[in-house]
């Protein structure tokens, strides 16, 4: 049996390996809280920018947030969940344009529009996104010429 006195606390293992096992358990679980308050001071910063941007959003600018989106998936009525699993299914892109209305008469209000880019075959990667906010940018555009500014949400 192995004794560590740590801080007047006396731990007893029965072994080596088990010391170890409870010094790699603490190391990682030391890693994830770091990660974690890390993620959520992101989180907390990014919230921070993107209430800023919507606070300045105007005729000439609008706020893009968008990803990819699960599968979509042609599916049986009542189908098993492992029938689910392994399917191929067409990719989608899910992008939401947030903007200040031109229609509505009332200041400071916003509207939200949201595009689907469905592909039978794509590689979700860099050119692909690349090529969605080219297609989108033409369109927003289009729809407000007046439009100078997108920013994007993390």
């Known amino acids: 049996m192995r004794q560590i006195v740590k801080d007047g606390k006396n731990l007893s293992f ?9 010094l790699y358990d603490i190391e990682k679980s030391s890693e994830a809280i770091i990660q974690g308050k890390a993620h959520i001071m992101r989180f907390v910063n990014q919230e921070h920018a993107k209430q800023d941007v919507l606070a300045k959003l105007d005729q000439s600018s609008c706020l893009l947030v968008m990803d990819w989106a699960m599968k979509f998936l042609q599916l049986r009525y009542r189908e098993k ?11 989608w892109h899910i992008s939401s344009v947030v903007s200040s209305s031109q229609y509505l ?5 916003t509207e ?9 075959q794509c590689t979700q990667d860099w ?28």
């Open 14 to 22: 029965y072994s080596h390996e088990q010391q170890d096992d409870v």
């Open 81 to 91: 969940h492992s029938d689910w699993y392994g399917k191929r299914g067409l990719r």
């Open 105 to 109: 008469c009332q200041s400071g209000t």
């Open 112 to 120: 939200v529009i949201s595009y689907a880019h469905l592909f039978d």
């Open 127 to 154: 050119y692909a996104v690349t090529s969605i906010l080219e297609e989108l940018f033409k369109l927003l555009k289009f729809k407000n010429p007046e439009l100078q500014s997108v920013s994007k949400a993390a």
